[in-house]
């Protein structure tokens, strides 16, 4: 069989949450376009409330959409919604373990209700995999967070699906359990498996994902090679704290200043191009003296900032 050029492919995808007795109608996707290539490991990256988890419960048929396309491994999810579902598996944020079973039996029912015969399950080995060898038959209550959470990556994959999501995978997670479920998740990359993950941390997209989009407010803002969208990035900013209170933004030449409300100047300029000392040989010849100075390199906010400058509100999920 062909194998599909995109893991995920969404067209025009629109949903729109009803009105509630409390809540005014709420359009969480607004017509996203998403291409998610085969074999990548992919982050969907987004502040609170961008949109994320409505994107993701949708592929995952937990979310009924208003309207657009959105094709699983080549699989419509209208036409095909059992043979689109097959082909992921998906990690909850949410910790919901069945503290009634041991993580074999847990595995074991997953495995059935993805209708995987007897003889094709290899529970062992998965729980191997994540660590939980030595626990297959420990009661789930007894588990560790940790534990708990390599257990739902266990289940999502009982299925063998080539392509695994993982929703918002660190929350509350400690550093030696993220490098362990990182390892294992780059290993099921490297064994072809499309990764899929949700996160508001730049820092943890930019470390292990190929390909990055951005989403805000329902809309994807940007999609692109992890480097090549770094390097759109690559600003940093100058703070100046004039001696004397600046009336006007003076003249920098090449550069561009902004008047911040706390009087101070800030300068931002592509670390490629200039260097601070560049900057600030500028706002000494403008005849500024600086009284104190601070740089900043770019975050999460600048970039939805640099992408989304003709959307004030971007900033501030909850407003509307
Ligand atoms: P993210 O995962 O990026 O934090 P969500 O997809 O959870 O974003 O939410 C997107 C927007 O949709 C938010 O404004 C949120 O309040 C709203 N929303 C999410 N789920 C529901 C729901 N079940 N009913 C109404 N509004 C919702």
């Given at each position: ?39 990548s490991?992919?982050?969907?990256l ?17 979310v ?21 579902r ?51 038959d ?72 190929d ?84 740089t ?25």
């Amino acid at each position: 069989m062909d194998l599909p050029e995109f893991a995920i492919e969404a067209k025009g995808l629109v949903k729109t949450y009803p009105a509630t007795k409390t809540m005014p109608a709420k359009q969480a996707l607004k017509g996203v376009d998403l291409q998610i290539p085969r074999g990548s490991i992919f982050g969907l990256l987004g502040p609170n409330g961008a949109g994320k988890s409505t994107f993701i419960n949708i592929l995952a048929g937990l979310v009924r959409k208003t309207s657009g396309e959105v094709r699983i491994w080549g699989r419509d999810i209208d036409q095909r919604p059992r043979d689109a579902r097959a082909a992921i598996g998906v990690v909850p944020q949410e910790l919901a373990a069945d503290v009634f079973f041991t993580p074999r039996e847990s595995l074991d029912v997953q495995a059935g209700l993805y209708g995987v015969p007897k003889g094709e399950r290899r529970t062992q080995e998965l729980l191997g995999a994540l660590g939980l060898g030595d626990k297959a038959d420990a009661y789930v209550r007894q588990l560790s967070g940790g534990m708990k959470r390599r257990l739902m990556v266990a289940k999502a994959m009982v299925h063998h699906p080539p392509v695994l999501i993982l929703d918002e995978p660190t929350a509350g997670v400690d550093v030696e359990l993220r490098r362990q479920l990182w390892n294992y998740v780059v290993g099921l990359n490297h064994q072809g498996v499309t990764v899929v993950l949700t996160t508001h941390y730049l820092e943890e997209a930019q470390e292990l994902c190929d390909t990055i989009a951005i989403v805000n407010r329902g809309e994807v803002v940007a999609c692109e090679p992890t480097g090549q969208l770094l390097r759109r990035l690559d600003t940093r900013t100058v703070v100046v704290t004039p001696q004397e209170s600046l009336a006007v933004v003076p003249n920098l030449g090449p550069f561009e200043g902004r008047l911040r409300h706390d009087g101070r100047l800030a300068v931002s300029f592509k670390s490629g191009d200039a260097s601070v000392e560049a900057v600030l040989q500028a706002v000494r010849a403008a005849g500024v003296s600086i009284k104190d100075l601070a740089t900043e390199d770019p975050d999460l906010e600048d970039v939805f900032l640099a992408l989304t400058y003709d959307n004030p509100d971007a900033l501030d999920p909850t407003r509307d």
